[in-house]
């Protein structure tokens, strides 16, 4: 599975940004698709997960309510709609992919800068 992010880039405070990532290659198992982020200095966390046949959707409890992800089946796409950004968003946001037999986030795109200034 190839990931290819877009999306991103500089905002203020307390504004939006929407971050997308297009699947291809062995989508026809996908599992589940994803959004980390790393931030400088630190490791990476987990923001948002979609179940790909179910639609059901998890975000993480620091951005609930602020950040929404959904995904287009048909279009191999997973979308992250951030909204209420604060300068702690400031990361770089990568997608990830799971496929049916693991289960886990093992295929990686190459991130997506976001950039919150105060």
């Known amino acids: 599975v190839q990931l290819q992010a877009s999306g991103g880039g500089l905002v203020q405070a307390g504004g939006s940004l929407n971050v997308f990532c297009a699947a291809s290659?062995?989508?026809?198992?996908?599992?589940?698709m994803g959004w980390f982020r790393q931030a400088p200095g630190k490791g990476r966390e987990f923001v948002a997960q979609?179940?790909?046949?179910?639609?059901?959707?998890y975000v993480a409890d620091s951005m609930k309510g602020r950040f929404t992800i959904s995904r287009d089946n048909a279009k191999n796409t997973v979308f992250l709609q951030m909204n209420s950004l604060k300068p702690e968003d400031t990361a770089v946001y990568y997608c990830?992919?799971?496929?049916?037999?693991?289960?886990?986030?093992?295929?990686w795109g190459h991130g997506t800068q976001v950039t919150v200034s105060s």
């Open positions: 290659g062995r989508t026809f198992s996908m599992y589940a």
């Open positions: 990830a992919a799971a496929l049916q037999h693991t289960r886990s986030f093992d295929y």
């Open positions: 979609v179940i790909w046949s179910s639609g059901s959707t």
